[in-house]
């Protein structure tokens, strides 16, 4: 790995990427997709892929236009809601689904990355969750095919104050997969990478997941420009990066407005 991560085209950094890869995608709702590394992932052709993000985008956008493709096998996700062809693929036997708590998933993917196995947490224990049987493959009777199993709870004393009563925990193992891609707001030729606002919930651990983690940036600068401080994620866990440029369409999920004088109604 030289100093320079940078590729030309989004096309050339995702190049590599075969048929089975598992992909950790950032990216929360419609914020933050790597849009133009999926469209060439699209154009390159690999299939039979398995991706981690927190929801599979939307019909004809970010991740749903793989899905529409038919490249997806297995998807795991926390939300799933915005996505008519997801329940339709789900439901009929044809995507194998499995849903995680969201600060679960989020947690799964940074604890790959700094190479923890597994951990143990509150969230979903009595749940099936914890206890299996998710529906996690249906088959074209729409009978369930796969379910998810039974993980392991243990009881574990929070703090150290000695009145606490013991808690249940689940055990939820870590995620690691053969890619990452995720969209930045800056980066520089190290691949240290700078989000904006609701990018950052999924995509630096998504970005630390990923075996090989290649990184969009709108605005690529030379190293030493970004301030240390402002660095959200360093560029050890950046491989290949490519400058997309700023004027890309960044569509809105569900687009709220307001009337006017609403404010002024609401005050009196």
């Not at 997969?177 to 904006?196: C, E, I, P, Q, S």
């Amino acid at each position: 790995m030289t100093l320079d991560k940078t590729v030309a085209s989004a096309a050339e950094a995702v190049a590599d990427i075969p048929d089975g890869a598992s992909l950790a995608v950032g990216g929360f709702g419609l914020s933050g997709n790597p849009i133009q590394l999926i469209e060439a992932l699209l154009d390159q052709g690999a299939g039979r892929l398995g991706a981690v993000s927190n929801n599979c985008g939307v019909d004809g956008w970010g991740l749903g236009i793989l899905l529409a493709a038919g490249r997806i096998a297995k998807m795991t996700s926390s939300y799933v809601g915005e996505n008519k062809e997801f329940a339709r693929q789900y439901l009929e036997g044809e995507l194998e689904v499995e849903l995680v708590p969201q600060g679960t998933l989020a947690e799964k993917l940074r604890a790959g990355g700094s190479g923890i196995a597994a951990f143990f947490t509150r969230s979903g224990v009595g749940t099936q969750v914890s206890e299996g049987g998710l529906p996690m493959r249906y088959d074209a009777a729409g009978q369930v095919a796969k379910a998810s199993s039974p993980k392991d709870v243990r009881a574990f004393t929070p703090g150290p104050a000695k009145e606490q009563s013991e808690e249940q925990y689940v055990l939820e193992e870590s995620i690691v997969t053969d890619y990452a891609l995720v969209h930045a707001l800056k980066g520089d030729r190290h691949g240290n990478l700078v989000f904006n606002k609701a990018a950052r919930q999924f995509s630096p651990p998504a970005a630390m997941a990923g075996r090989i983690c290649i990184a969009q940036v709108e605005e690529l600068v030379e190293a030493g420009e970004l301030d240390p401080d402002h660095v959200h994620l360093p560029g050890v866990y950046v491989h290949r990066i490519v400058e997309v440029g700023p004027d890309i369409e960044k569509p809105i999920e569900k687009r709220t407005v307001q009337e006017p004088g609403h404010d002024a109604e609401e005050q009196k």
